[in-house]
T-cell receptor
Framework: SQQGEEDPQALSIQEGENATMNCSYK?????LQWYRQNSGRGLVHLIL?????REKHSGRLRVTLDTSKKSSSLLITASRAADTASYFC???????????FGAGTTVTVRA | DTGVSQDPRHKITKRGQNVTFRCDPI?????LYWYRQTLGQGPEFLTY????????KSRLLSDRFSAERPKGSFSTLEIQRTEQGDSAMYLC????????????FGPGTRLTVL
């Protein structure tokens, strides 16, 4: 079963704008990971945030985690056409090793 | 390339045939995972290994599916008597124990069962 749920399901923005997507989950976690997937390809690991962290940055990416609300957000700043992809959050539940993914947010960046 | 590799990248087969996929993890990673992804969905866990031991199997993994990791390095996933419902992307990932279970994925094998 898929624990995470991303919102929105799809997002269309202009190049240069910021894109924000959210992830909600149900059980306690060790960490939460965000991945990008270009059409028909494998998943690229973007960023991992531990349960005791609230915010993390990597380049143009900013991830927040609110364990009290069981939610996370991914912000992509100054988007580029190359950011067009599906983005997935994956939770690493406590005492487990398998990741649980949501259905993803499809982001389209228009030139 | 020192990432996770998978072979083949695409496989088209007829219903009832057997297929086998291979995954080569990042060399020092001792955990290896198989996931399945259907169109419009996120990956779903199938099974995982720590070294050569298969430690967990999902209920998604019917008795037609078998996975091995004989020497704790590469892994194979075999599907016997394929069905059209097996059509999906099969993804392999690897991670290192004690590194936050940060999983790195291969490019996937896309299976089409006709």
């Amino acid at each position: 079963s898929q624990q995470g749920e991303e919102d929105p399901q799809a997002l269309s923005i202009q190049e240069g704008e910021n894109a924000t997507m959210n992830c909600s989950y149900k059980t306690s976690i060790n960490n939460l990971q965000w991945y990008r997937q270009n059409s028909g390809r494998g998943l690229v690991h973007l960023i991992l945030i531990r349960s005791n962290e609230r915010e993390k940055h990597s380049g143009r990416l900013r991830v927040t985690l609110d364990t009290s609300k069981k939610s996370s957000s991914l912000l992509i700043t100054a988007s580029r056409a190359a950011d067009t992809a599906s983005y997935f959050c994956a939770t690493d539940p406590s005492n487990d090793y398998k990741l649980s993914f949501g259905a993803g947010t499809t982001v389209t960046v228009r030139a | 390339d020192t990432g996770v590799s998978q072979d083949p990248r695409h496989k088209i087969t007829k219903r009832g045939q057997n297929v086998t996929f291979r995954c080569d993890p990042i060399s020092e990673h001792n955990r290896l995972y198989w996931y399945r992804q259907t169109l419009g969905q996120g990956p779903e866990f199938l099974t995982y290994f720590q070294n050569e031991a298969q430690l967990e199997k999902s209920r998604l993994l019917s008795d037609r599916f078998s996975a091995e990791r004989p020497k704790g390095s590469f892994s194979t996933l075999e599907i016997q008597r394929t069905e059209q419902g097996d059509s999906a992307m099969y993804l392999c990932a690897s991670s290192l124990v004690d590194q936050d279970n940060e999983q790195f994925f291969g490019p996937g094998t896309r299976l089409t069962v006709l």
